[in-house]
Protein backbone atom coordinates (compact mmCIF):
# COMPACT_ATOMS: atom_id res chain seq x y z
CA UNK A 1 0.00 0.00 0.00
CA UNK A 2 0.84 3.60 -0.61
CA UNK A 3 0.59 5.63 2.22
CA UNK A 4 0.80 9.10 0.95
CA UNK A 5 -2.12 11.10 0.41
CA UNK A 6 -2.74 12.79 -3.57
CA UNK A 7 -5.82 14.80 -5.31
CA UNK A 8 -6.17 16.17 -8.07
CA UNK A 9 -9.26 17.83 -10.31
CA UNK A 10 -10.49 14.26 -11.95
CA UNK A 11 -13.50 15.78 -14.54
CA UNK A 12 -12.26 17.78 -17.26
CA UNK A 13 -11.46 21.81 -17.27
CA UNK A 14 -13.83 23.98 -18.49
CA UNK A 15 -16.94 25.36 -17.57
CA UNK A 16 -19.33 22.41 -16.73
CA UNK A 17 -22.63 21.88 -14.53
CA UNK A 18 -20.07 20.00 -11.46
CA UNK A 19 -16.05 19.32 -10.76
CA UNK A 20 -14.78 16.86 -9.06
CA UNK A 21 -11.72 16.75 -6.90
CA UNK A 22 -10.26 13.34 -6.10
CA UNK A 23 -8.12 12.52 -2.59
CA UNK A 24 -6.93 9.15 -2.13
CA UNK A 25 -4.91 7.89 0.36
CA UNK A 26 -4.35 7.32 4.08
CA UNK A 27 -5.25 10.37 5.04
CA UNK A 28 -7.47 11.62 2.52
CA UNK A 29 -10.61 11.60 5.27
CA UNK A 30 -8.43 14.22 7.87
CA UNK A 31 -7.63 16.64 4.73
CA UNK A 32 -10.98 16.72 3.70
CA UNK A 33 -11.91 17.60 6.99
CA UNK A 34 -9.76 20.70 7.57
CA UNK A 35 -11.00 22.62 4.72
CA UNK A 36 -15.08 20.61 4.75
CA UNK A 37 -17.52 22.42 7.09
CA UNK A 38 -20.41 19.88 7.25
CA UNK A 39 -22.84 19.55 10.17
CA UNK A 40 -21.47 16.51 11.33
CA UNK A 41 -17.66 14.99 11.51
CA UNK A 42 -16.32 13.27 8.25
CA UNK A 43 -14.37 11.07 10.82
CA UNK A 44 -17.35 9.66 11.86
CA UNK A 45 -18.76 9.32 8.49
CA UNK A 46 -20.11 5.77 6.77
CA UNK A 47 -18.41 4.73 3.86
CA UNK A 48 -20.23 5.38 0.52
CA UNK A 49 -21.92 8.34 1.87
CA UNK A 50 -22.98 12.04 0.49
CA UNK A 51 -22.15 15.43 2.55
CA UNK A 52 -23.32 18.60 2.03
CA UNK A 53 -21.63 21.64 3.36
CA UNK A 54 -18.93 24.52 2.45
CA UNK A 55 -15.24 24.05 1.81
CA UNK A 56 -13.33 26.89 4.26
CA UNK A 57 -9.80 28.46 4.09
CA UNK A 58 -8.91 27.30 7.44
CA UNK A 59 -6.67 30.18 8.07
CA UNK A 60 -9.12 32.60 7.14
CA UNK A 61 -12.51 31.74 7.64
CA UNK A 62 -13.69 32.00 3.82
CA UNK A 63 -15.94 30.17 2.11
CA UNK A 64 -15.00 29.17 -1.01
CA UNK A 65 -17.48 26.52 -2.58
CA UNK A 66 -20.48 25.23 -1.83
CA UNK A 67 -19.69 21.54 -2.09
CA UNK A 68 -21.26 17.81 -1.62
CA UNK A 69 -18.03 15.31 -0.51
CA UNK A 70 -18.53 11.76 -0.72
CA UNK A 71 -16.71 9.63 1.24
CA UNK A 72 -15.79 5.93 0.51
CA UNK A 73 -13.51 3.97 2.80
CA UNK A 74 -11.11 1.21 2.28
CA UNK A 75 -10.67 -1.23 0.78
CA UNK A 76 -14.30 -0.21 -0.87
CA UNK A 77 -13.04 2.56 -3.44
CA UNK A 78 -10.88 1.99 -7.01
CA UNK A 79 -7.93 2.99 -5.29
CA UNK A 80 -8.74 0.18 -2.41
CA UNK A 81 -7.64 3.49 -0.16
CA UNK A 82 -9.53 5.95 1.66
CA UNK A 83 -10.76 8.41 -1.14
CA UNK A 84 -13.06 11.66 -0.65
CA UNK A 85 -14.29 13.21 -4.06
CA UNK A 86 -15.52 16.99 -3.41
CA UNK A 87 -17.77 18.21 -6.05
CA UNK A 88 -17.60 21.68 -6.91
CA UNK A 89 -19.42 24.14 -9.19
CA UNK A 90 -18.19 23.45 -12.71
CA UNK A 91 -15.43 26.22 -13.90
CA UNK A 92 -12.05 27.05 -13.74
CA UNK A 93 -11.95 29.23 -11.20
CA UNK A 94 -13.91 27.71 -8.44
CA UNK A 95 -12.12 24.21 -8.73
CA UNK A 96 -9.12 25.60 -9.20
CA UNK A 97 -9.20 26.98 -5.92
CA UNK A 98 -10.53 24.18 -3.85
CA UNK A 99 -7.75 22.27 -5.12
CA UNK A 100 -4.74 24.78 -4.13
CA UNK A 101 -6.43 25.00 -0.77
CA UNK A 102 -6.04 21.52 -0.41
CA UNK A 103 -2.64 21.27 -1.76
CA UNK A 104 -1.23 24.61 -0.26
CA UNK A 105 -3.05 24.64 3.07
CA UNK A 106 -3.35 20.86 4.00
CA UNK A 107 -0.26 19.00 4.74
CA UNK A 108 0.78 15.88 3.64
CA UNK A 109 -1.28 16.01 0.27
CA UNK A 110 0.51 16.73 -2.71
CA UNK A 111 -0.86 16.59 -6.34
CA UNK A 112 -1.13 13.25 -8.25
CA UNK A 113 1.09 12.20 -10.99
CA UNK A 114 -0.80 11.44 -14.41
CA UNK A 115 -2.73 7.87 -13.87
CA UNK A 116 -1.58 7.64 -10.56
CA UNK A 117 -4.96 6.88 -9.06
CA UNK A 118 -5.33 4.19 -11.01
CA UNK A 119 -1.72 2.99 -11.18
CA UNK A 120 -2.73 2.26 -7.10
CA UNK A 121 -5.53 0.33 -7.83
CA UNK A 122 -3.17 -1.83 -10.07
CA UNK A 123 -0.24 -2.00 -7.34
CA UNK A 124 -3.29 -2.39 -4.31
CA UNK A 125 -4.55 -5.28 -6.80
CA UNK A 126 -7.97 -4.48 -7.84
CA UNK A 127 -6.88 -4.30 -11.10
CA UNK A 128 -4.53 -5.92 -13.25
CA UNK A 129 -2.03 -4.41 -15.85
CA UNK A 130 -4.31 -5.59 -18.78
CA UNK A 131 -7.52 -4.04 -17.12
CA UNK A 132 -5.32 -0.68 -16.02
CA UNK A 133 -4.69 -0.23 -19.66
CA UNK A 134 -7.86 -0.67 -20.58
CA UNK A 135 -9.38 1.78 -18.73
CA UNK A 136 -7.00 4.23 -21.37
CA UNK A 137 -9.03 2.76 -24.20
CA UNK A 138 -12.37 3.37 -22.45
CA UNK A 139 -11.96 7.03 -22.03
CA UNK A 140 -10.15 6.91 -25.79
CA UNK A 141 -12.96 5.27 -27.41
CA UNK A 142 -14.26 6.73 -30.32
CA UNK A 143 -16.83 4.07 -31.18
CA UNK A 144 -19.74 2.16 -29.50
CA UNK A 145 -17.96 -1.32 -30.28
CA UNK A 146 -14.48 0.26 -28.81
CA UNK A 147 -16.26 1.16 -26.05
CA UNK A 148 -17.70 -2.34 -25.47
CA UNK A 149 -14.11 -3.71 -26.93
CA UNK A 150 -12.36 -1.85 -23.50
CA UNK A 151 -15.15 -2.42 -21.31
CA UNK A 152 -14.86 -6.45 -21.26
CA UNK A 153 -11.66 -5.91 -20.87
CA UNK A 154 -11.68 -3.62 -17.89
CA UNK A 155 -14.51 -6.43 -16.55
CA UNK A 156 -11.22 -8.60 -16.78
CA UNK A 157 -12.35 -10.78 -19.84
CA UNK A 158 -8.96 -11.00 -21.51
CA UNK A 159 -7.15 -11.23 -18.27
CA UNK A 160 -9.36 -14.35 -17.07
CA UNK A 161 -7.72 -15.95 -20.40
CA UNK A 162 -4.72 -15.26 -20.07
CA UNK A 163 -4.59 -16.15 -16.67
CA UNK A 164 -5.92 -19.85 -17.54
CA UNK A 165 -3.22 -19.99 -20.17
CA UNK A 166 -0.77 -19.30 -17.31
CA UNK A 167 -2.13 -22.07 -15.09
CA UNK A 168 -2.45 -24.60 -18.26
CA UNK A 169 1.74 -23.68 -18.34
CA UNK A 170 2.87 -24.12 -15.00
CA UNK A 171 0.98 -27.60 -14.71
CA UNK A 172 3.48 -28.16 -17.52
CA UNK A 173 6.13 -26.88 -16.28
CA UNK A 174 5.61 -28.90 -12.64
CA UNK A 175 5.52 -32.00 -14.89
CA UNK A 176 9.02 -31.32 -16.51
CA UNK A 177 10.00 -30.16 -12.95
CA UNK A 178 9.44 -33.50 -11.65
CA UNK A 179 10.83 -35.69 -14.85
CA UNK A 180 14.29 -33.28 -14.37
CA UNK A 181 14.37 -33.77 -10.56
CA UNK A 182 13.81 -37.95 -10.90
CA UNK A 183 14.74 -38.82 -14.23
CA UNK A 184 14.21 -42.35 -13.02
CA UNK A 185 10.93 -42.00 -13.30
CA UNK A 186 10.39 -40.39 -16.41
CA UNK A 187 8.82 -42.24 -19.38
CA UNK A 188 10.37 -40.29 -22.41
CA UNK A 189 7.36 -41.17 -24.69
CA UNK A 190 4.96 -40.26 -22.20
CA UNK A 191 6.50 -37.01 -21.31
CA UNK A 192 7.06 -35.79 -25.05
CA UNK A 193 3.41 -36.35 -26.03
CA UNK A 194 2.60 -34.58 -22.84
CA UNK A 195 4.76 -31.80 -23.93
CA UNK A 196 3.50 -31.73 -27.34
CA UNK A 197 -0.40 -31.84 -26.26
CA UNK A 198 0.09 -29.06 -23.83
CA UNK A 199 1.91 -26.61 -25.90
CA UNK A 200 -0.39 -26.83 -28.97
CA UNK A 201 -3.26 -26.50 -26.91
CA UNK A 202 -2.21 -23.19 -25.70
CA UNK A 203 -0.60 -22.12 -29.05
CA UNK A 204 -3.85 -22.63 -30.30
CA UNK A 205 -5.45 -20.54 -27.74
CA UNK A 206 -3.48 -17.66 -28.66
CA UNK A 207 -3.53 -18.13 -31.98
CA UNK A 208 -7.42 -17.38 -32.03
CA UNK A 209 -6.80 -14.16 -29.62
CA UNK A 210 -3.99 -13.36 -32.15
CA UNK A 211 -6.68 -13.98 -35.20
CA UNK A 212 -8.78 -11.06 -33.70
CA UNK A 213 -5.84 -8.72 -33.14
CA UNK A 214 -6.01 -7.02 -36.17
CA UNK A 215 -9.27 -6.62 -36.11
CA UNK A 216 -8.98 -5.84 -32.41
CA UNK A 217 -6.41 -2.28 -33.17
CA UNK A 218 -8.82 -1.50 -35.94
CA UNK A 219 -11.67 -1.03 -33.78
CA UNK A 220 -9.41 0.68 -31.11
CA UNK A 221 -7.48 3.01 -33.01
CA UNK A 222 -9.55 3.35 -36.12
CA UNK A 223 -8.45 3.40 -39.68
CA UNK A 224 -6.74 6.11 -41.17
CA UNK A 225 -8.70 7.24 -44.18
CA UNK A 226 -7.23 9.42 -47.15
CA UNK A 227 -9.95 11.22 -49.26
CA UNK A 228 -8.09 11.66 -52.95
CA UNK A 229 -8.97 12.88 -56.05
CA UNK A 230 -8.51 15.81 -58.28
CA UNK A 231 -10.04 19.16 -57.36
CA UNK A 232 -13.68 19.33 -57.94
CA UNK A 233 -14.90 15.82 -57.94
CA UNK A 234 -16.50 15.74 -54.62
CA UNK A 235 -13.79 14.59 -51.93
CA UNK A 236 -15.14 17.51 -49.77
CA UNK A 237 -18.92 16.49 -50.59
CA UNK A 238 -17.66 13.09 -49.20
CA UNK A 239 -16.16 14.23 -45.72
CA UNK A 240 -19.25 16.25 -45.02
CA UNK A 241 -21.88 13.40 -45.92
CA UNK A 242 -20.13 10.33 -44.15
CA UNK A 243 -19.63 13.10 -40.83
CA UNK A 244 -23.39 13.94 -41.45
CA UNK A 245 -22.38 17.60 -40.85
CA UNK A 246 -20.76 20.58 -43.23
CA UNK A 247 -17.38 20.43 -41.83
CA UNK A 248 -15.48 21.78 -45.21
CA UNK A 249 -16.50 24.23 -47.77
CA UNK A 250 -17.78 22.97 -50.98
CA UNK A 251 -17.73 25.21 -53.54
CA UNK A 252 -17.94 24.47 -57.52
CA UNK A 253 -14.47 26.32 -57.68
CA UNK A 254 -11.28 23.94 -58.65
CA UNK A 255 -8.79 24.20 -55.41
CA UNK A 256 -11.30 25.57 -52.84
CA UNK A 257 -9.48 22.94 -50.17
CA UNK A 258 -6.31 24.07 -49.18
CA UNK A 259 -5.03 21.79 -46.63
CA UNK A 260 -6.11 18.45 -45.05
CA UNK A 261 -9.19 18.54 -43.12
CA UNK A 262 -9.38 15.86 -40.36
CA UNK A 263 -12.64 14.11 -38.88
CA UNK A 264 -13.65 10.92 -37.31
CA UNK A 265 -16.65 9.36 -37.62
CA UNK A 266 -18.18 6.05 -37.06
CA UNK A 267 -18.74 3.28 -40.17
CA UNK A 268 -20.61 0.10 -38.90
CA UNK A 269 -19.01 0.43 -35.20
CA UNK A 270 -15.53 1.27 -36.80
CA UNK A 271 -13.91 4.54 -36.10
CA UNK A 272 -12.77 6.23 -39.02
CA UNK A 273 -9.91 8.64 -39.16
CA UNK A 274 -10.82 10.61 -42.63
CA UNK A 275 -8.44 13.27 -43.76
CA UNK A 276 -9.99 15.28 -46.75
CA UNK A 277 -6.69 16.52 -48.89
CA UNK A 278 -6.25 19.23 -51.23
CA UNK A 279 -7.41 18.37 -54.80
CA UNK A 280 -4.34 16.91 -56.79
CA UNK A 281 -2.74 18.34 -59.36
CA UNK A 282 0.11 20.41 -61.28
CA UNK A 283 -0.56 23.73 -59.98
CA UNK A 284 1.26 26.89 -59.83
CA UNK A 285 -0.08 28.32 -56.62
CA UNK A 286 1.88 28.26 -53.98
CA UNK A 287 0.20 27.66 -51.64
CA UNK A 288 -2.28 24.46 -53.39
CA UNK A 289 1.19 22.94 -54.23
CA UNK A 290 1.88 22.83 -50.38
CA UNK A 291 -1.58 21.25 -50.20
CA UNK A 292 -1.26 19.09 -52.91
CA UNK A 293 2.05 17.77 -51.36
CA UNK A 294 0.37 17.49 -48.04
CA UNK A 295 -1.69 15.60 -49.45
CA UNK A 296 0.42 13.32 -51.01
CA UNK A 297 1.97 12.69 -47.46
CA UNK A 298 -1.42 11.81 -46.58
CA UNK A 299 -1.55 9.22 -48.97
CA UNK A 300 1.59 7.62 -47.80
CA UNK A 301 0.45 7.42 -44.00
CA UNK A 302 -3.17 5.97 -44.54
CA UNK A 303 -4.93 2.95 -43.76
CA UNK A 304 -7.31 3.29 -46.72
CA UNK A 305 -7.64 5.51 -49.33
CA UNK A 306 -11.31 6.76 -51.01
CA UNK A 307 -10.15 7.79 -54.80
CA UNK A 308 -12.63 10.22 -56.25
CA UNK A 309 -13.78 10.36 -59.50
CA UNK A 310 -15.99 12.00 -61.71
CA UNK A 311 -17.57 9.39 -63.68
CA UNK A 312 -19.05 13.00 -65.86
CA UNK A 313 -15.38 13.74 -66.92
CA UNK A 314 -12.56 11.34 -69.00
CA UNK A 315 -10.44 9.90 -67.10
CA UNK A 316 -7.05 12.92 -66.42
CA UNK A 317 -3.71 11.34 -66.48
CA UNK A 318 -3.08 12.07 -63.08
CA UNK A 319 -5.71 9.65 -61.92
CA UNK A 320 -4.35 7.22 -64.70
CA UNK A 321 -1.21 7.91 -62.93
CA UNK A 322 -3.03 6.97 -59.30
CA UNK A 323 -4.62 4.30 -60.20
CA UNK A 324 -1.63 2.71 -61.44
CA UNK A 325 0.40 3.71 -58.01
CA UNK A 326 -2.29 2.63 -55.84
CA UNK A 327 -3.74 -0.43 -57.19
CA UNK A 328 -1.80 -2.42 -54.41
CA UNK A 329 -2.90 -0.37 -51.72
CA UNK A 330 -6.00 -0.52 -49.33
CA UNK A 331 -8.21 1.26 -51.91
CA UNK A 332 -12.18 2.23 -52.93
CA UNK A 333 -12.42 3.70 -56.38
CA UNK A 334 -15.94 5.90 -55.30
CA UNK A 335 -17.37 6.74 -59.03
CA UNK A 336 -19.04 9.92 -57.85
CA UNK A 337 -21.96 11.89 -59.46
CA UNK A 338 -23.73 8.67 -61.26
CA UNK A 339 -26.21 11.09 -61.94
CA UNK A 340 -25.25 13.11 -64.64
CA UNK A 341 -23.96 11.64 -68.23
CA UNK A 342 -20.84 9.37 -67.68
CA UNK A 343 -17.99 10.42 -69.79
CA UNK A 344 -15.44 8.16 -67.38
CA UNK A 345 -13.72 5.29 -69.08
CA UNK A 346 -14.71 2.46 -66.66
CA UNK A 347 -12.63 -0.03 -68.36
CA UNK A 348 -9.41 1.16 -67.28
CA UNK A 349 -10.63 1.46 -63.55
CA UNK A 350 -11.65 -2.22 -63.50
CA UNK A 351 -8.87 -3.59 -65.25
CA UNK A 352 -6.54 -2.20 -62.16
CA UNK A 353 -9.10 -2.49 -59.13
CA UNK A 354 -11.01 -5.15 -58.07
CA UNK A 355 -15.00 -4.79 -58.73
CA UNK A 356 -15.83 -5.20 -55.25
CA UNK A 357 -13.66 -2.08 -54.73
CA UNK A 358 -15.79 -0.09 -56.83
CA UNK A 359 -18.86 2.14 -55.56
CA UNK A 360 -20.86 4.02 -57.63
CA UNK A 361 -22.35 7.22 -55.43
CA UNK A 362 -23.80 10.58 -55.92
CA UNK A 363 -22.57 12.08 -52.78
CA UNK A 364 -24.49 15.53 -52.79
CA UNK A 365 -27.84 13.20 -53.14
CA UNK A 366 -26.74 10.74 -50.28
CA UNK A 367 -26.90 7.52 -52.73
CA UNK A 368 -24.12 4.97 -52.40
CA UNK A 369 -23.41 5.61 -48.55
CA UNK A 370 -24.41 1.88 -47.32
CA UNK A 371 -22.55 0.34 -50.56
CA UNK A 372 -19.21 2.17 -49.26
CA UNK A 373 -20.23 1.20 -45.44
CA UNK A 374 -20.21 -2.63 -47.12
CA UNK A 375 -17.25 -2.27 -49.23
CA UNK A 376 -14.99 -0.87 -45.99
CA UNK A 377 -16.23 -3.42 -43.71
CA UNK A 378 -15.41 -6.36 -46.78
CA UNK A 379 -12.28 -5.06 -47.43
CA UNK A 380 -10.98 -5.20 -43.79
CA UNK A 381 -12.94 -7.30 -42.18
CA UNK A 382 -13.59 -10.26 -44.20
CA UNK A 383 -17.20 -9.65 -45.07
CA UNK A 384 -18.21 -8.52 -41.15
CA UNK A 385 -17.13 -7.98 -37.42
CA UNK A 386 -16.32 -11.27 -35.57
CA UNK A 387 -18.90 -12.05 -32.88
CA UNK A 388 -19.80 -9.33 -29.94
CA UNK A 389 -18.92 -12.21 -27.46
CA UNK A 390 -15.13 -12.61 -28.99
CA UNK A 391 -12.32 -11.57 -26.55
CA UNK A 392 -10.38 -8.43 -28.84
CA UNK A 393 -6.82 -7.82 -28.20
CA UNK A 394 -6.43 -4.36 -29.33
CA UNK A 395 -3.07 -3.26 -27.34
CA UNK A 396 0.09 -3.36 -29.32
CA UNK A 397 2.26 -4.72 -26.42
CA UNK A 398 -0.50 -7.16 -25.39
CA UNK A 399 -0.01 -8.37 -29.59
CA UNK A 400 3.71 -8.39 -29.04
CA UNK A 401 3.77 -10.78 -26.06
CA UNK A 402 1.50 -13.25 -27.17
CA UNK A 403 3.59 -13.38 -30.30
CA UNK A 404 6.47 -13.95 -27.87
CA UNK A 405 4.76 -16.34 -25.61
CA UNK A 406 3.69 -18.57 -29.09
CA UNK A 407 6.94 -18.52 -30.22
CA UNK A 408 8.52 -19.76 -27.00
CA UNK A 409 5.98 -22.62 -26.88
CA UNK A 410 6.41 -23.62 -30.89
CA UNK A 411 10.61 -23.53 -30.07
CA UNK A 412 9.42 -25.76 -27.08
CA UNK A 413 7.34 -28.17 -29.58
CA UNK A 414 10.09 -28.21 -32.31
CA UNK A 415 12.98 -29.07 -29.42
CA UNK A 416 10.48 -32.23 -28.42
CA UNK A 417 10.95 -33.60 -32.15
CA UNK A 418 15.04 -32.65 -32.21
CA UNK A 419 15.18 -34.83 -28.81
CA UNK A 420 16.53 -31.74 -26.94
CA UNK A 421 17.30 -32.22 -23.19
CA UNK A 422 14.59 -31.58 -21.14
CA UNK A 423 15.40 -28.92 -19.09
CA UNK A 424 16.60 -26.93 -21.96
CA UNK A 425 12.98 -27.58 -23.15
CA UNK A 426 11.67 -26.08 -19.82
CA UNK A 427 13.10 -22.77 -20.91
CA UNK A 428 10.93 -22.38 -23.79
CA UNK A 429 7.88 -22.95 -21.83
CA UNK A 430 8.94 -20.53 -18.99
CA UNK A 431 9.98 -18.24 -21.66
CA UNK A 432 6.31 -17.94 -22.72
CA UNK A 433 4.77 -17.84 -19.28
CA UNK A 434 6.70 -14.77 -18.26
CA UNK A 435 5.64 -13.11 -21.67
CA UNK A 436 2.01 -13.92 -20.59
CA UNK A 437 2.44 -12.58 -17.09
CA UNK A 438 3.49 -9.59 -18.56
CA UNK A 439 0.75 -9.03 -20.35
CA UNK A 440 -1.58 -8.68 -16.82
CA UNK A 441 1.67 -7.27 -14.81
CA UNK A 442 2.69 -10.28 -13.06
CA UNK A 443 6.02 -10.34 -14.58
CA UNK A 444 6.32 -6.43 -15.56
CA UNK A 445 9.31 -4.30 -14.13
CA UNK A 446 8.50 -0.96 -12.85
CA UNK A 447 10.23 1.21 -15.24
CA UNK A 448 7.07 -0.74 -17.61
CA UNK A 449 4.72 0.12 -15.32
CA UNK A 450 5.35 3.78 -15.31
CA UNK A 451 5.72 4.43 -18.93
CA UNK A 452 2.40 2.71 -18.73
CA UNK A 453 0.25 5.17 -16.23
CA UNK A 454 2.48 8.19 -17.37
CA UNK A 455 -0.09 8.04 -20.76
CA UNK A 456 -3.31 8.36 -18.18
CA UNK A 457 -4.50 12.27 -17.92
CA UNK A 458 -4.36 13.96 -14.92
CA UNK A 459 -6.79 12.81 -12.04
CA UNK A 460 -8.00 9.21 -13.60
Known amino acids: MINDTIAAISTPLGEGGIAVIRISGDGAIAAAEQVFAPKNKLGKAETHTVHYGHIVDPSTGERLEETLVTVMRAPRSFTMEDVVEIGCHGGLVSVKRVLDLLLQKVSGVRLAEPGEFTKRAFLNGR ?153 IRETADLVEKIGVERSRGALQDADLILLVLNVNEPLHDDEKRLLDELRNRKIIVILNKTDLPVELDQAFVEERIPQERLVSMAVKENEGLEELEKAVTDLFFQGGLESEDLTYVSNARH ?61 K
Not at 431 to 458: H, K, M, N, P, Y
Open 127 to 279: IDLAQAEAVIDLIRAKSDRAHKVAMKQVEGDLSRRIRDLRHKLVELMAHIEVNIDYPEHDVEEMTSAFIREKSSDSIAAIHKLLKAAQEGKIIREGITTAIVGRPNVGKSSLLNALARENKAIVTDIPGTTRDVIEEYVTMNGIPLKLLDTAG
Open 399 to 459: IQLLKESEAALTDAMEAVDLQIPIDMIQIDVRRAWEALGEVIGEEAGDSLIDQIFTQFCLG
